[in-house]
């Protein structure tokens, strides 16, 4: 498999701090996708960014694929962004498989 | 907007009981996903299909678990019998991959998930 990790696992922001969330990978890949996980338990898509960089609003990712990280940038936080990111990676040449890193908690306190 | 489907949310169990989930992915998604997601830790794959088709299965329990999709629609996903450390969050997802507006695209979409404890 590939290995992914995701830094910090535990995050505390006061609200309107900003936050960078990371995610390492061990290999290659076609495919990575950003998601959180709110406190219902449901994936919600953020990004899909196997290279580059996007931004939604006050959230922003960059892919550096040559050098196996991916970064999630939460700007001005909000109370709503509080739940669980995670990180998933498809390895090139393995299409559709994903692996998903071990996800970052954040807290934002109001 | 499209979404993935899946039913029931919550379930609970007694051991040794069998349980089944369903899932209904996003109209026209070739490839469906079942995960199990541990509390505290991120969704493992347990099994994908790329229309009917089981392409992994490699960490599926297959001495308790099966699944199905026998129209290359929705899918079934069975416990039987339900042993105490199968309580879980258990994820469906889709993606349009192989048929996609690039060949390599492969945004997966996830549904709300079935909670499932066995007592």
């Known amino acids: 498999g590939i290995q992914v990790e995701q830094s910090p696992p535990d995050l505390i922001l006061q609200e309107g701090a900003n936050s960078t969330l990371r995610c390492n990978f061990s290999d290659s890949v076609n495919n990575l996708q950003w998601f959180h996980q709110n406190p219902w338990g449901q994936l919600i898509n953020l990004f899909y960014?196997?290279?580059g960089t996007k931004q939604n609003g006050r959230l922003s990712a960059t892919t550096v694929a040559t050098e196996r990280y991916s970064l999630l940038y939460i700007s001005s936080s909000q109370t709503t962004d509080s739940g669980v990111y995670f990180c998933a990676v498809e390895r090139r040449g393995n299409f559709n498989k994903f692996y998903f890193g071990s996800g970052t908690k954040l807290n934002v306190k109001p | 907007e499209a979404e993935v489907a899946q039913s029931p949310r919550y379930k609970i169990t007694e051991k040794s009981q069998a349980v089944a989930f369903w899932c209904d992915p996003i109209s026209g998604h070739a490839t469906l996903y079942w995960y199990r997601q541990i509390l505290g830790q991120g969704p493992e794959l347990l099994v994908q299909f790329q229309d009917e088709s089981v392409v992994d299965d490699s960490q599926l329990p297959k001495d308790r678990f099966s699944a199905e999709r026998l129209k290359g629609v929705d899918s079934t996903l069975k416990i039987q019998p339900a042993e105490l450390g199968d309580s879980a969050m258990y994820l469906c997802a889709s993606s349009p991959y192989p048929q996609g507006p690039m060949s390599s695209y492969n945004e997966q979409f996830f549904g709300p998930g079935t909670r499932l404890t066995v007592l």
């Open positions: 960014i196997p290279s």
